[in-house]
């Protein structure tokens, strides 16, 4: 599958056979780019402006929100609960956290996740093998809860942070990666790229972080 970053926690991802899905698009009031080109899946993980903008994503996609399970074009989904904050969802609400299965490779978006999974969440989550985890703190876990989650995935091989300040949003009250890569003990890579190929075959060995450039 060809897996890009488009910006802040909205992601491309194109299986095999065609099957294009968009993650979590956020609204004109965010300075990244918008989704380009038509979409099969919309996935949402919460309803708030800056991931649930589902109108900018072109080509009357399927929208998918919430838990539950679901089976598109031979790409499998679950939908995990989890919350926004550390207190139970009270400060800033429920999210769902995505399980997909595209061409083999297990991947889990994480959304605005706000705490630490419990050993509920981290059961399907078991075999996840690529994640889209939030690293920038504030709105959603920081770096070191974000390396909390990681460690509790043994099978994980890229970890793609997401939810970070650059350039574009350096107003924003969120951390640049770099304070997340400070604490990581596993390979960094710094890829001069938004979209990378993920099959299969050709995981690392052990954990790697990968980070992408937006698009």
């Known amino acids: 599958m060809k897996l890009q970053w488009i910006g802040h926690a909205c992601f491309r991802i194109e299986a095999s056979n065609g099957t294009v899905i968009i993650i979590d698009p ?30 900018r994503v072109k080509g009357n996609p399927r929208i998918i929100r919430g838990v539950g399970e679901w089976e598109e074009k031979g790409i499998k989904i679950r939908g995990i609960p989890a919350y926004h904050d550390e207190k139970g969802g009270k ?15 297990t991947l889990v978006h994480f959304g605005d996740l706000g705490h630490v999974i419990s050993a509920e969440q981290q059961r399907p989550l078991e ?28 099978n994980l091989k890229i970890i793609v942070p997401m939810h970070f300040k650059t350039e574009l ?13 400070a604490l990581v003990e596993f390979p960094v ?27």
């Open 26 to 55: 956020y609204d004109e009031s965010v300075p990244y780019k918008a989704p380009e080109g038509p979409a099969d899946l919309v996935l949402s993980t919460h309803d708030h402006f800056d991931h649930n903008a589902v109108h």
């Open 127 to 154: 075999d996840a093998e690529v994640a889209l985890i939030p690293v920038g703190g504030y709105y959603t876990i920081g770096p070191k809860e974000a390396l909390e989650t990681i460690r509790l995935l043994p």
């Open 169 to 181: 949003v350096k107003d924003w009250p969120i951390e640049p990666v770099d304070e997340f890569l």
């Open 189 to 215: 890579k710094r890829l001069d790229t938004s979209e990378v190929e993920v099959t299969k075959d050709k995981l690392p060995e052990e954990k790697e972080v990968w980070v992408l450039k937006y698009a």
């Open 91 to 105: 400060d800033r609400g429920r999210i769902t956290i995505y399980r997909l299965s595209v061409d083999g490779v």
